[in-house]
């Protein structure tokens, strides 16, 4: 009776809600002023306002039905917990296996406000849009003359006799932290020397200046020197003429590259200037990275940088450009709606940022200006003229000659200012190479600032210099829109430098080490934030002493060599192969002891009675369940040994929501129980280990536990033998030997059919969706989803790019095929492979290169509605090949797909046919998708790879290259030193909530109208405008991502453990957080000891914009949006106030163990559907900003 009334309740709340919501639409629909206006805008035809509220009308239905299947839902699942189904599992005759509905109602309302912004906000549309200028530019390259990919550039001699030119020559010195040598070698070879050259020549005339990026070598230096150098280079950057630009740790990659890491390297550095030196970077400088993502220009501008400089750009953007004196703009994000993230951009115009490519438009000219090239010494001038020593008998001519150049170069520019880099690689590592460059060009410019009638003022200068002088000409303060300067919107990818070389191979040259980059990566944000709530914890309990305050010499450490990696040599693939090896030994040296770090933080926590924690180095309470035995090996699971006595693990969930997932692990018997903290049994499934396609590991099977993980906490589960074996959940296999004669060691405890030849067609299904594979291949064929009449194509190959076979070939840096890709045939057919269980089922197939395997998760929730992907790939024997992975779907996406940058947000792509097939290739650091109007395909990976779309309803990634020649871009070796790779992905298929539409009476009519040609309407997706091309994942595509990139870690209590302590289950946080809600990290900050932490800590906080458009139902998220509203992190002591608009930021005080909040004293203004916040906890300088992603 009880549950009756329940439900009779419940649905007497839909009959109101219903009748409620319907009497409010209709209300607002006839009196709301605001829709009066916006029908009224089309004053010349009454129809265009029916039409107008007809759909808005339609709009109020579907908001109204969207609402009332939500509550629906929820009412069906109450009312199925009520009537007590059962928890685990079960296998009815002749069917698939059956999973219960979720135990815990889950309810998600997307609110109006989520969506404002990703429908498009009213802005100004900018002047530039990079995909409107890629459709505008005929990319012909024609012979240029002197300056071969530009024009001829001509000037009137008194152009400049109202204004006179001010020129400033900025030296500089570009140091890579590896490539050629390792990091060290280049340090102790070169870097060292220049900075110890640059202390003793600076201070030799007051009006030199130098400029500095890569603090990963200054600060290593700057350990090395005494306490009087130290205090001269603080008079240097005081009195203006050392800058230090970007200040990261090094100047990284933005194709590849995770905002994570690259927000992370810009802190680390940051960190190291105002602790060292007292100094916040003011202007980027970033002339080397191989293109450029418009998440660095954001990053920057909320680093409160005011201006900033890129160099390797196509070519042909450089040309169109310079033509039109767009050479330096305003770059603004794509979504903002407003220029609240505008940052002043400098663009370079010409092909290198060496010296003969920086004076002006004729290198064979501007390299007689390179003194460092003067006869004699160890390089020359490739166009045969010298440089010549300047003296009071030629300074006429050659100040003539140099002038020339600068007047030229500065008619590409709208202001009467000119910047001129003077440097190049490891640059100034001789102080005879001080003197040559200063000396001489210190005599041209007093020579021509003594001579009025040539109307220039040239003087070195700081890139800061450069941008000071151009806002004080354009009477401006710093950071302002110069009148008359465009704005852009867009990224600068690919990159071309010459011909038809595109730097697209890159995305995924070494695909090994991109992959330990991202593992590495979440194991840091994990031992973070474990690190900063054990030690909040132990300080509130006066129990620090004992704590290893010591792990955060092992963090910072992990910081640093994580930053060192996102170098644009490191994580792009393309230094020496010993460089390589020392990048790879630095990550796996600190992913073991960031375990390390997880381990001691996970210890304390769970402990029931913290008085008994005690910190052994040599015996840790807990172990990971991986291990690595060398840098280039993939993970070894380790093995649980089962004992009479139970045994417990902890399982880290990383992620700021409650999760439940499969969380997987290795024992050494079929014979187990797992049960909870309490000593409730949950669900698992008993499966094999495979070591190859027909051989099992003996004695090690592996137990998959379906188990609820407290958000950013810490779950304690127990593992015990028991001979009882009928309540297991086991799975059963199929094998295909598809006619090869290879012997096959069955597991013992689990059920196996071997069949000699192929399969037919079959299907892996769950509640959510049904997969459907080929049995000849193995491979995927077709997506349907739970109550779709007809699945959509969605079929994978693997396919093989070779490369050129005369002239320029693919190498590290360029993709140069030889043409379309071809099928990948190997010598024999696969062995297929079909698990099926309770909890997931999965289809692994073998080949001779790649082992494949799809699987599909049979649980509630975010895991259940995607296919997980992974690729073991292994091309060690091929010469000269790429092999790459198509999906290929009849969504009808045209030329327009879809990649991320940085993670941090979408970027349109157009497939461009009248450039090279490698030109349409782009990076994908976290997804890629096509979409039409009815459905989205979305690609999510774990490791940053190539991706593109070539024809409509493709997507394929460059899963790993083998190419065995250089590629003419200075690295002197091919790609030859392959790795055994685990490419990890998930497939997810979406359905828009408008794909119906066009089917309902309102939508005729709107069409009827339309097709009159009546005015007011509206065709087309912002997604594909020029205008403002903009694109959103949608929630569950973010959480997808988020599961994918921040696995749960498992930590077994260690065997050797007499008499477990009492452990208890770690949650941090009362509430789960809103599900678009994102903890970058929780940052312990350094104290004057930089190996121990301070009582202050960093909040980084993320509040992600998404596509509403999509299906939301039944996603089975705990979690709802914050719906544009103010929120509270809640804390075990309190909670944190996050409003909207931003102003209140979080972190870990001294004072307590929870959540402190810290005021921002500064006005806040959302720039974005999203919120990026990092503040200092302890009220120093916070700083807001907003994201699109």
Known sequence: MKLKKQVTVCGAAIFCVAVFSLYLMLDRVQHDPARHQSGGNFPRSQISVLQNRIEQLEQLLEENHEIISHIKDSVLELTAHAEGQPALPHHPPNGSWVLPPESRPSFLSVSPQDCQFALGGKGQSPDLQMLAVYSLLPFDNQDGGVWKQGFDITYEPNEWDMEPLQVFVVPHSHNDPGWIKTFDKYYYDQTQHILNSMVLKMQEDPRRRFIWSEISFFSKWWDNISAQKRAAVRRLVGNGQLEMVTGGWVMPDEANSHYFAMIDQLIEGHQWLEKNIGVTPRSGWAVDPFGYSSTMPYLLKRSNLTAMLIQRVHYAIKKHFAATQNLEFMWRQTWDPDTSTDIFCHMMPFYSYDVPHTCGPDPKICCQFDFKRLPGGRINCPWKVPPRAITDANVAERAQLLLDQYRKKSKLYRSKVLLVPLGDDFRYDKPQEWDAQFLNYQRIFDFLNSRPDLHVQAQFGTLSDYFDALYKKMGIVPGMRPPGFPVLTGDFFSYADREDHYWTGYYTSRPFYKSLDRVLEAHLRGAEILYSLALAHARHASADGRYPLSDYALLSNARRNLGLFQHHDAITGTAKEAVAVDYGVRLLHSLTNLKRVIINAAHYLVLGDKDTYQHDPAAPFLSMDDTRPSQDSLPEKTVVKLDTSPRFLVVFNPLEQERLSVVPMLVDSPHVHVLSEEGQPLPFQLSATWSSATEVVPDVYQVSVLARLPALGLRVL????????????????????????????????????????????????????????????????????????????????????????????????????????????????????VTEGPLFSEVASYYEHVQTMVRLYNVPGVEGLSLDVSCLVDIRDHINKELALRFSTDIESDNTFFTDLNGFQIQPRRYQRKLPLQANFYPMPAMAYIQDMQSRLTLLTAQALGVSSLRSGQLEVILDRRLMQDDNRGLGQGLKDNKRTCNRFRLLLEHRTTANKSSGFFSKLVSMFKALGFPGTRTGSPEVQDERPISFPSLLSHITSMHLNAEALVMPVALEKPAVPALRSFVPLATTLPCDFHILNLRMLQAEDDSLPSAEAALILHRKGFDCSLEAKNLGFNCTTSQGKHQHLPGPHGNCHIPHPPGVVCGVGEEQSGWAAWEQHQHCRRAGPAALWWARAGGAGLAEAAAAF
Do not use: M, W
């Not at 399969?759 to 077709?782: I, K, T, V």
């Not at 070779?802 to 099928?823: C, I, M, N, V, W």
């Open 718 to 833: 127990q593992l015990h033998r028991s001979l009882d074996g009928h309540a297991t959940l086991r799975s059963s296999t199929r094998l295909y030997l598809h006619g090869r004669d290879l012997p096959v060691r069955k597991p013992e405890a689990l059920p196996l059919q071997v069949f000699p030849a192929a399969a037919d067609d079959f299907c892996l299904e769950n509640q959510h969706l049904q997969a459907c594979f080929s049995g000849h291949s193995g491979l995927l064929q077709s997506i349907r989803g739970a109550g779709e009449e007809q699945g959509h194509r969605v079929s994978s190959e693997f396919l093989v790019y070779g490369t050129r076979t005369s002239k320029d070939k693919s190498g590290a840096y360029l993709f140069l095929p030889d043409g379309e890709a071809k099928p990948y045939a190997p010598k024999n057919p696969p062995v297929v492979r």
